[in-house]
Each structure stands twice: as structure tokens, then as C-alpha cells.
């Protein structure tokens, strides 16, 4: 039921928002503003509306939803020791062990 009533909410929110976008093309410059304004509003509420039903402004506004959860360690387990660091090796002929060729020679 809050499904479909959230279909309603959204299909509304885009009716209203064209009808608006209609009254505001054939209404004179004064007036256009008043229309254009209004039915960017329609469409906002009504889409809020809908969305919420669905829950799915927490998905979209909350930006920790989406986040992949970290597995806990159990608390009793050991902690491993943190291994050696780890020592860089370079190719013979690379250019962190090439010698080191005078100008004067």
C-alpha cells in the first residue's frame, strides 16, 4: 500500500510540475515566474513525498548508508603481531642503483 501511494505521489509531482510548466508558457512575463517557481516546488514536495514512502531518502541523503559494513573481530581473538616492514629491492640497472658517472672523467 505505501508503494502505491508513493507511484502516486511521484506520477502528481510530475503532473503538476508540466501543468505549471504549461500555465507558465502561455501566461504572460509576469506571471511566468509565479508558474515556473510553483511547479518546481510541486515537483520537489511531491518527489520528497513518494521518496519517503519508499524510504529511499535515507539511501539518498544519508551518505553512510550505502557504506559497506567492516567485519568485527570477536574480542577474544589474539591480535597478531605487526609484521617486519618491508625492505624495497631494486633491479640491478634501474635507476635507484645505476653508478653514478662523473663529468670530469
Same mark, same amino acid.
Given at each position: 500500500?505505501?508503494?502505491?501511494?508513493?507511484?502516486?505521489?511521484?506520477?502528481?509531482?510530475?503532473?503538476?510540475?508540466?501543468? $505549471?510548466?504549461? =500555465?507558465?508558457?502561455? &501566461?504572460?512575463?509576469? *506571471? @511566468? #515566474?509565479? $508558474?515556473?517557481? =510553483?511547479?518546481?516546488? &510541486?515537483?520537489?514536495? *511531491? @518527489? #520528497?513525498?513518494?521518496?519517503? =514512502?519508499?524510504?529511499?531518502?535515507?539511501?539518498?541523503?544519508?551518505?553512510?548508508?550505502?557504506?559497506?559494513?567492516?567485519?568485527?573481530?570477536?574480542?577474544?581473538?589474539?591480535?597478531?603481531?605487526?609484521?617486519?616492514?618491508?625492505?624495497?629491492?631494486?633491479?640491478?640497472?634501474?635507476?635507484?642503483?645505476?653508478?653514478?658517472?662523473?663529468?670530469?672523467?
Amino acid at each position: 500500500m505505501r508503494r502505491r501511494r508513493g507511484y502516486y505521489y511521484i506520477a502528481t509531482a510530475i503532473g503538476l510540475f508540466v501543468l $505549471f510548466l504549461m =500555465l507558465a508558457a502561455i &501566461s504572460p512575463p509576469d *506571471g @511566468m #515566474r509565479v $508558474f515556473a517557481v =510553483l511547479g518546481f516546488a &510541486s515537483l520537489i514536495l *511531491g @518527489m #520528497r513525498k513518494g521518496l519517503k =514512502l519508499w524510504n529511499l531518502d535515507e539511501l539518498v541523503f544519508d551518505p553512510t548508508a550505502l557504506r559497506p559494513v567492516a567485519p568485527q573481530a570477536p574480542a577474544d581473538t589474539p591480535r597478531r603481531e605487526p609484521r617486519e616492514p618491508v625492505r624495497r629491492r631494486f633491479m640491478a640497472g634501474s635507476r635507484h642503483v645505476r653508478p653514478r658517472v662523473d663529468a670530469t672523467s
